[in-house]
């Protein structure tokens, strides 16, 4: 009996519990479809706003000098005068060095003086012509031996002006190879010269992404040198071939290289952006997956209360925490940021903390994977 007694006093206890249970699930449900009865669940809303967003194509490509040179001499002899330093800006047409030119400064002023004699000669056979002593042959020599010292002078000028050797272009030099009293030949290094004002960037993109260059678009590339520095420019040309074997397109960029950081031969990170775009975007932990379809909760009012309702969204990029919303939201729209999973479409909310976007500072996600892409060392 005792037995019979205490499993009848279980059951009855069992069975209170399971009605309990029952009463408040059913309560619960009614106040979640539209019934205002229930407590509001607190959530942290979140303020909808634009943010920027862009296709990005991925590249490793290698700097290089707008214009470069390795000056070289036009002839055979010392140096007299070196006027340069290592890693020193030079203008156009600045005097890098000079080479001996004794033996042709001594031949240029027996040219000069020839000259000279010869322009005398020229004006007594005028004079002697004017009076009519002279016959106008000697006139037409006179005039021919003027021709002759002009020419030689101009020759010799223009040896000299080959071992003077300037900067063809505006930039900085490199490493000095050579010292005063060294022997150069035509060929032979001098020094190097780039103009790198602007530098050109070469890198090789995948031929299925040709369609989608053209000049014109905006890059950004990074060095490992300057970490923390974004280098702005365009893409300039495309080469007309694809290479056979890579089955790649060269693609050249220029940067404006003012701050002057930048150097050829430089390793630099690429990235084409296309179709940047201001657009919607909301936190990832605000984002819920069913299927394929991606939902949010919306924050609306009614009846002096705040309820949420769930919205289908289409989802596009994401750029660190923050995806893309390409269709279902607008900016200023508010909606569930945190405590998702404690709310159900229709259920009253309270709002207990308001965050807003922060302020974009432009596409960073990769919308090609970089493993896809082919570098050029």
Do not use: C
């Not at 002096?304 to 990029?317: C, I, T, Y």
């Amino acid at each position: 009996m005792k037995r019979a007694a205490t499993l009848i006093i279980v059951l009855g206890v069992f069975l209170a519990m399971t009605a309990i249970v029952i009463f408040r699930s059913i309560g619960g449900e009614e106040a979640g479809e539209g019934g205002w009865g229930g407590s509001a669940v607190p959530v942290a809303a979140y303020e909808v706003g634009a943010h920027e967003f862009a296709d990005i194509v991925e590249a490793l490509g290698t700097a290089r000098a707008n214009e470069t040179v390795t000056v070289t001499a036009r002839v055979s002899d010392t140096i007299s005068v070196v006027n340069f330093d290592s890693g020193q800006r030079v203008a156009e047409g600045d005097i890098l060095v000079e080479l001996t030119e004794t033996e042709e400064a001594a031949d240029l002023a027996e040219a000069r003086a020839t000259q000279r004699e010869a322009r005398r000669e020229l004006d007594r056979v005028e004079d002697l012509i004017d009076r009519g002593i002279a016959p106008r042959q000697r006139l037409d020599e006179a005039n021919a031996a003027v021709e002759r010292a002009a020419a030689r002078v101009n020759s010799i000028e223009a040896r000299l002006a080959d071992r003077i050797v300037r900067a063809p272009f505006a930039g900085m030099v490199g490493l000095r190879e050579v010292s005063v009293g060294s022997l150069v030949r035509p060929g032979d290094p001098i020094i190097t010269l780039d103009d790198t004002s602007t530098i050109k960037l070469d890198f090789s993109v995948p031929e299925r992404f040709l369609a989608a260059l053209e000049p014109g678009i905006s890059i950004a590339a990074r060095t490992s040198a300057y970490p923390d520095e974004i280098f702005v420019g365009e893409i300039a040309q495309i080469s007309s071939r694809i290479d056979p074997v890579t089955r790649t397109v060269t693609v050249r960029a220029e940067i404006d290289n003012e701050s002057g950081h930048l150097r050829p031969g430089q390793l630099m990170t690429i990235e084409i952006r296309r179709d940047i775009r201001n657009t919607p975007a909301v936190p990832g932990s605000a984002i819920t997956r069913y299927l394929d379809e991606s939902f949010v909760f919306v924050i609306g009012e009614r009846d002096g209360g705040q309820f949420v309702q769930q919205r289908v969204v289409e989802l596009g990029q994401r750029d660190g925490n923050l995806v893309e919303i390409t269709d279902g939201l607008s900016p200023g729209d508010m909606i569930v940021a945190e405590g998702v999973h404690r709310v159900r479409s229709q259920m009253p909310v309270t709002v207990t903390e308001t965050r807003s976007a922060p302020a974009s500072q432009g596409a960073t996600t990769s919308a090609i994977p970089s493993s896809n892409l082919t570098s050029q060392p």
